[in-house]
């Protein structure tokens, strides 16, 4: 039934391969990558080098990809009716296994019959008849349980039912689910068996109760971890939203020359790795005859900026291949025209003269040092993994530390491709200017802020910590930095504006956040990216893009709707040394200021503090504008 479909978007997403999907009459689990339909003909490979290579150096040592070389990205299966959506071809399996029944007249109020899929009649299986000879409509059962690794199984409700009732573990008798409320709160819920046996489902949450986890993969042919599990089972509630956390890295796709030039300043990367400026790539040029052929056609300005990004790291490959930083250098070169103004290019923006975005000299505008114009982008989207119960902490470059707190799962047994989509769209990128941030990191107001901050990350690496999960300081290191965290509140606040000036949903507005070090420079540079792409119409209409002619007036706008929170002063005078969990990682931040959808934020509506951009009834002095 067509509204039943989902688009590509939400496939490469929360409805991956190891997700749970409720259907009107069913719930099933989205089956692994060896189930879909890999003709020729039902997908279209994606062609995006830089994000191939990337995800093999990430990769290469873990147990989600089979192949040494680059994996080929390819669409999910398609619906010839509209490649927008995804084709039937992708096969699910019922799950969970166990069902409850509705009940029947003349049956106790509140009670209801525990039954297995097998028991259900064929062929629809959709209904339970009893001894009774009554026909019972049933349900899935609302609970199963899983681990941190991603495995996920049925709970063994006649086990757990009878572990504390010796003699009876083999005990066949018909279990009852009994709600003693309205609430659905698993205190007031029960299981029971007709033996005697009874389990309150508040027990299961206790720290194995449900045993050990069996490492079962129920969406890789309903196969088993080869490596095993060290962890005991964890209840989880079915649509609860931390049954799938997916590990999604996204990359702007540059002018195909940008590969090129850095494939180019890579081959004779001997000769070029000793020039600290312009002037010593012209000298190269002039000396050295093999240089000046190599990189014939492409200015000295490009050819240094690359060669700044790539001296960053001892490791040429891996820097040239950094997404971030290659858009960056890209975004924020300075070009009056970047890329090509064609209809079918990859990447066409225009940096604005200042003189379009700021008129009249605003001095709120002082802290901004560039403005560009992204009239066509294309974004490439590739899902890799995914966990349940935690998402897996996010660093540099948009993939997790392997190994801190959880385990990504694999998507197949063993994948040589992964599943991607490419969508188009448009969106504004800007530069914040150096002096200006220097100048705010050196006011003590702001220093003693940041350190404010940074005990609020030492007290969630503590709980963390203390719950047994191994987990480092490089999972929250670079978002600590003042600079990632004032350049995440400013994109919230921009976000938030630009869905009120342009008229696009915010919910498909996102953010990318540069920190370029640069070379001998005192703070680094700082860009931020606001667009949106789609598959669809969203993303085509330029609304973005003609934000840039009143950028003015939508800063100052966002600026003043942060100075003063639904939620203040609790807001303003938020604590996070004295928080929990996550509230520990932001400052005056909440879901009447800076928090937006999940689906925009590159870092789960953390590292936020909205007294890092103006002064609020709070903290002041603080304020970068």
């Known amino acids: 039934m067509a509204e039943n479909q ?42 995006e080098l830089r994000l191939s290579r990337l995800l093999r150096l990430r990769l290469q040592d873990d147990n989600r990809l089979a192949t040494s070389g680059d994996p080929q990205l390819r669409t999910p299966p398609l619906d010839l009716r509209d490649p927008r959506r995804v084709s039937p071809k992708i096969r699910a399996t019922i799950f969970p296994r166990w069902f409850v029944c509705d009940t029947a007249p003349g049956d106790p109020p509140d009670r209801r019959r525990l039954v297995r899929f097998q028991q259900l009649e064929a062929p629809k299986r959709l209904d339970y008849r009893g001894d009774d000879g009554k026909r019972r409509r049933v349900s899935p059962i609302r609970f199963v349980c899983g681990c941190e690794d991603g495995h996920l199984q049925d709970v063994d409700w006649r086990r757990v039912v009878h572990q504390n009732a010796p003699g009876r573990e083999g005990c066949q008798e018909p279990l009852w689910l009994e709600d003693g409320g309205t609430t659905g709160d698993p205190r007031q819920t029960r299981v029971y068996c007709e033996c005697g046996a009874s389990l309150s489902l508040n027990d299961l949450f206790q720290p194995g109760r449900l045993g050990q986890c069996r490492a079962e993969w129920p969406w890789i042919d309903n196969g088993r971890d080869p490596d095993g599990c060290r962890h005991m089972l964890r209840l989880l509630t079915r649509s609860a939203t931390n049954t799938y956390f997916p590990q999604v890295t996204r990359v702007i796709s540059l002018p195909a020359s940008v590969d090129q030039l850095a494939e180019l300043v890579r081959s004779v990367w001997s000769a070029l790795q000793t020039c600290a400026s312009v002037e010593d790539v012209k000298l190269a040029r002039r000396f050295n005859p093999q240089v000046a052929a190599t990189l014939e056609g492409y200015p000295d300005e490009e050819v240094w900026s690359r060669i700044a ?161 191994n987990i480092s300081d490089r999972a929250i290191r670079d978002q600590l930095r003042p600079e990632y965290l004032l350049a995440h509140s400013l994109a919230h606040a921009l976000i938030t504006e630009v869905a009120i000036d342009c008229g696009y949903p915010a919910s498909s507005i996102r953010e990318r956040i540069y920190i370029s070090e640069g070379l001998g420079a005192a703070v680094p540079a700082v860009g931020i990216l606001i667009y949106t792409a789609s598959a669809g119409n969203q993303g085509t209409l330029g609304g973005l893009v003609e934000v840039s002619r009143r950028f003015a007036q939508v800063l100052e706008n966002a600026l ?66």
């Open 6 to 47: 989902i688009r590509l978007s939400q496939l490469i997403g929360y409805y991956g391969p190891g997700a749970m999907v409720d259907l009107p009459d069913r719930s099933v689990l989205v089956m692994g990558l060896d189930h879909w339909d890999q003709r020729s003909g039902a997908f279209r490979p994606i062609e």
């Open 309 to 469: 990004v790539m001296r960053r790291s001892d490791d040429q490959e891996d820097q040239a291949e950094n997404p971030r930083l290659a858009e960056f250098a890209m975004l924020a070169s300075g070009q009056p025209v970047i890329g090509t103004p064609t209809p079918d290019a990859l990447l066409h923006a225009e940096t604005l003269p200042r003189a379009t975005w700021d008129p009249g000299n605003s001095p709120i505008l002082k802290g901004i040092f560039s403005l560009v114009a992204v009239h066509r982008l294309r974004e490439v989207a590739c899902l890799y993994g995914f966990t349940r119960f935690e998402p897996a902490p996010v660093i540099t470059e948009e993939f997790e530390d392997v190994g801190l707190a959880v385990r990504g799962a694999p998507l197949a047994r063993n994948p040589t491709w992964l599943p991607a989509v490419e969508q188009f769209g448009e969106g504004l990128f800007l530069t914040l200017d150096r002096d200006a941030l220097q100048g705010w990191r050196e006011r003590p107001q702001v220093q003693e802020r940041i350190a404010a901050l940074g005990v609020g990350a030492d007290r969630w690496l503590q709980q963390r910590r203390q719950r047994g999960e």
């Open 560 to 625: 003043e709707r942060q100075r003063l929170c639904s939620g203040d002063p609790v807001c303003a005078d938020h604590n996070p040394a004295a928080a929990a969990d996550d509230r520990a990682l932001h400052g005056a931040a909440c879901h009447g200021c800076l928090v937006i959808a999940e689906t925009s934020c590159e870092a789960r509506n953390l590292f936020l503090d909205r007294a890092l951009l103006i002064d609020t009834v709070g903290p002041s002095g603080v304020g970068f504008f």
